[in-house]
T-cell receptor, first 115, second 113 residues
Framework: GAGVSQSPSNKVTEKGKDVELRCDPI?????LYWYRQSLGQGLEFLIY????????KSGLPSDRFSAERTGGSVSTLTIQRTQQEDSAVYLC?????????????FGPGTRLTVT | AQSVTQLDSHVSVSEGTPVLLRCNYS??????LFWYVQHPNKGLQLLLK??????LVKGINGFEAEFKKSETSFHLTKPSAHMSDAAEYFC???????????FGAGTRLTVKP
């Protein structure tokens, strides 16, 4: 079946502009995660959604970052007033249930370049 | 909160020799542990996972990992490296009382011919 999809695959933007990154999780997966992977670095947790519960935003690096998940499915990560340090690959993952024992399925990522 | 330490940022082996990628974890409760692989310009793929069943876990592509609670370790091994194993490997811990998974910084495996 279809995996996690993300769009766009690549995004180049000017410093100070806003960007929106989209994630379509696997159908039926209740948990959705956003991560950031900077060049040569590991994955940095950003935000987590589970069903209709309030999201865990503990990983968002600043108030310029926000995310929403509509209808328990598609999610959008928004970065306002982008900075050069925001350049990274943004990965989305979903899982059938959160946490213990359930693997996360990752999308291909969106490569964001801020010039 | 849980955390993961991957002890080597880069490991280089010759083709046909054993692979050892080290991972230590910290968790307040019984953890679930995972190894993911990321090939260049590819997405993350699950290699194997431990969820409190057998402590020796076998995964895809001949990899396996052993959960050692006394050592808080979950090292990844393979008896004989193949060129196609060259990739970035991430150790991940999930705590049953938390809903997120914590990734290690990654280990880049290079396989020399």
């Amino acid at each position: 079946g279809a995996g996690v999809s993300q769009s766009p695959s690549n995004k180049v933007t000017e410093k100070g502009k806003d960007v929106e990154l989209r994630c379509d999780p696997i159908s039926g997966h209740t948990a959705l995660y956003w991560y950031r992977q900077s060049l040569g670095q590991g994955l940095e947790f950003l935000i987590y959604f589970q069903g209709n519960s309030a999201p865990d935003k503990s990983g968002l690096p600043s108030d310029r970052f926000s995310a929403e998940r509509t209808g328990g499915s598609v999610s959008t990560l928004t970065i306002q007033r982008t900075q050069q340090e925001d350049s990274a690959v943004y990965l989305c993952a979903s899982s059938f249930q959160p946490g213990r024992g359930y693997e996360q399925y990752f999308g291909p990522g969106t490569r964001l370049t801020v010039t | 909160a849980q955390s993961v330490t991957q002890l080597d940022s880069h490991v280089s082996v010759s083709e046909g020799t054993p692979v050892l990628l080290r991972c230590n974890y910290s968790s307040s409760y019984s953890p679930s542990l995972f190894w993911y692989v990321q090939h260049p310009n590819k997405g993350l793929q699950l290699l194997l996972k431990y969820t409190s069943a057998a402590t020796l876990v076998k995964g895809i592509n001949g990899f396996e990992a052993e959960f050692k609670k006394s050592e808080t370790s979950f090292h990844l091994t393979k008896p004989s490296a193949h060129m196609s194993d060259a990739a970035e490997y991430f150790c991940v811990v999930s705590d049953r009382n938390n809903n997120d998974m914590r990734f290690g910084a990654g280990t880049r495996l290079t396989v020399k011919p």
